[in-house]
């Protein structure tokens, strides 16, 4: 996790974190990070799956599943004026970010910035001297370090997407769980 972004000590009276940072291939921050004062309005992640639904004539129906989505993740808040030009900016960024958040307690997910929307003016803050706009961002998970940040367990959609992969253990039951390996070689 970036130095600037202080999300490892936050309590339940501290301010909640929302932080994009944008990186290069060795996951150095470049540019400006996307820090908002206001935790955003609304904030979602939507983990999806694609099922197989093949009707059976006296069993009812039987459902598979034929792939897992990696999540997307929607944000809608309000910036201050300043914050703008930053947005504009990881819009631009070509490569991946990390998204802090509450929901991130390993410190940050990597994604993609899939669309980011700058508009609707919410008013004047006299404290700030500066006008406020709502923002609006969705991002794509890359899966690889959604859940521990170590690589090992985020969600890979190419494997699933693998027509047959053989597992060493028959244990009943376990069909449709991916096989363990101790070796990562099928992911390259």
């Known amino acids: ?3 600037s972004t202080p999300l490892a000590d936050a309590g339940p009276n501290d301010r909640l974190i929302f932080s994009v940072v944008p990186k290069n291939d060795n996951g150095e921050q470049v540019g400006e990070m996307f820090s908002p004062e206001f935790y955003p309005e609304r904030f979602n992640k939507v ?14 129906e039987d459902v598979s599943i034929k792939e897992f989505e990696n999540p997307d993740i929607h944000a809608t808040g ?30 940050g997910i990597e994604a993609y910035v899939k669309k980011v929307e700058v508009g609707e003016m919410k008013g004047w803050n006299p404290q700030e001297n500066e006008w406020m706009f709502e923002y609006t961002m969705d991002f794509v998970s890359t899966g690889y370090d959604e859940y521990g940040n170590d690589g090992e367990s985020g969600i890979v959609s190419s494997l699933l997407n693998t027509p047959e992969i053989e597992s060493d253990l028959d244990v009943p039951g376990t069909d449709d769980f991916l096989p363990a390996t101790d070796s990562p070689d099928f992911l390259e």
């Open 1 to 3: 996790m970036p130095e």
């Open 47 to 60: 983990m999806e799956k694609e099922l197989n639904r093949d009707g059976q004539q006296c069993k009812g």
């Open 78 to 107: 309000d910036c201050y004026a300043r914050n703008v030009s930053v947005l504009e900016d990881i819009h631009r960024h070509r490569g991946k970010v990390d998204l802090y958040t509450p929901i991130s307690p390993h410190g």
